[in-house]
């Protein structure tokens, strides 16, 4: 499984951003995926995850601001990003969470995409 990150970029303050995560196959498969970030000296943090039964959670730092969907017809995973902040600027990371009928559990990363929110 493969997961391609795309759509970052440099903002301005209070501007929107939409990132996507697509698949190399369906993402029926997951039980969860979702959007990590990293800052520049600081650890990886959760951003937003979206389950198979698609119930949502956003950390409360962006919540209001921003929402993670799916497309499933499109093996798409998406993170609207609005009224973004200096303080959102970070690497994003696509992720992938499956627990097989084996019982084996399997993360799966994208490569990460640059959010710079400047003026």
């Known amino acids: 499984v493969q997961l391609q990150a795309s759509g970052g970029g440099l903002v301005q303050p209070g501007g929107s951003l939409r990132l996507s995560c697509a698949a190399s196959g369906s993402i029926r498969r997951f039980n969860y995926m979702g959007w990590h970030r990293q800052a520049p000296g600081k650890g990886r943090e959760e951003v937003a995850t979206?389950?198979?039964?698609?119930?949502?959670f956003v950390r409360d730092t962006v919540k209001g601001r921003f929402t993670i969907s799916d497309d499933t017809s499109k093996n798409t995973v998406y993170l609207q990003m609005n009224d973004v902040k200096p303080e959102d600027t970070a690497v994003y990371y696509c992720h992938a969470h499956e627990l097989t009928s084996w019982g084996i559990s399997n993360d799966y990363w994208g490569q990460g995409t640059l959010v710079t929110v400047s003026s």
């Open positions: 979206i389950t198979s039964v698609g119930m949502t």
